[in-house]
């Protein structure tokens, strides 16, 4: 309790313990939104992680820091300090600091997406092969109802999902991937779908306007994923479902420049836990290896 209060005691250190309630950042998006230099950062965030505060994610080269969940007292006072420091002075810069950091991160993955659309599919199975799961993801999509897909790249699983639902909705923010998706449905005379422009943190659909939400390796490219699974959650049905496929945790630093790529795959666990965060229950996580090469996958479903 004593290293939590002296962590917290310096005003650097509470804004920046302050500014990760937003998500999970590295040492030099933090000097950006902090506005210091890094050396002065990494001594804050050293001493914050010790303390338990923060904990560290590291993905190849990049370290991504993140509120600590393992000391119990510092959990214990979370939803009070989170209270509290909306009062810090500095609070509205910093706040506005750290959507500036987002919206860079979505803005580089949107330019990324509209350069190679054409190319997308195979430049995917080129330089980060995974093993065939589709068919897997398939059959847990419920028959009927009104089915979302978030991320659709070429409309490539919207031909599916169109046979086993009574309508899709497929949102992408990249306008030259909807062009694509769209050239696919009418090439193969497909009904039934609505493409949207959107991003994964602000679906254009209302509040449980949907009974299941596909993401198929999608998240990896978000920004923020917690809050891209908190506004799945906002628009499906109660009661309705998520079924997410992406890449489990995986050394291909290459995949930031080549793909665009956020994340370097998830841990079980870490999806499991932000799940719960966002508010789903009755998950479930299947693990499909890879082989010759390639990287494993991770099925998950909830139910909100």
């Avoid at 002296?6 to 950042?25: H, I, S």
């Avoid at 290459?254 to 956020?262: K, P, V």
């Amino acid at each position: 309790m004593l290293d939590i209060f002296k962590a917290l005691a310096d005003p650097c250190r509470l804004r920046l313990t302050a500014v990760l309630l937003a998500g999970e950042f590295t040492v030099q998006e933090l000097t950006r939104i902090m506005g210091m230099g890094q050396s002065r950062i990494s001594r804050h965030l050293k001493i914050l992680t010790e303390a338990g505060v923060l904990s560290v994610k590291r993905q190849g080269t990049w370290s991504y820091y993140r509120l600590g969940t393992e000391n119990r007292f510092f959990s214990a006072i979370r939803h009070a300090f989170e209270q509290e420091v909306q009062a810090l002075p500095e609070r509205p810069r910093d706040l506005a600091a750290v959507a500036q950091v987002l919206e860079e991160r979505c803005s580089r993955s949107q330019q990324f997406f509209d350069r190679h659309a054409r190319q997308w599919d195979e430049l995917a199975r080129a330089l980060l092969p995974v093993p065939e799961y589709q068919n897997r993801l398939l059959e847990q999509v419920p028959r009927g109802g009104t089915v979302l897909e978030i991320g659709i790249g070429t409309g490539a699983l919207l031909v599916e999902l169109a046979q086993r639902a009574d309508s899709v909705v497929g949102v992408d923010h990249a306008p030259a991937m909807l062009e694509e998706a769209r050239r696919r449905l009418a090439e193969r005379d497909v009904s039934g779908v609505e493409l949207r422009l959107g991003e994964m943190t602000h679906l254009p659909l209302p509040d449980a306007a949907v009974g299941c939400v596909v993401a198929n390796m999608v998240l990896h490219h978000a920004a923020d994923p917690q809050a891209v699974l908190a506004e799945i959650r906002r628009v499906l049905s109660p009661g309705g479902t998520l079924l997410l496929a992406d890449l489990a945790r995986h050394e291909r630093e290459a995949a930031r420049e080549q793909l665009a790529d956020q994340w370097l795959g998830f841990e079980e666990g870490e999806l499991e836990s932000w799940l719960s965060a966002a508010g789903f229950s009755a998950m479930h996580c299947e693990r499909i290896e890879g082989a010759n090469g390639q990287e494993a996958v991770l099925l998950v479903d909830g139910t909100k």
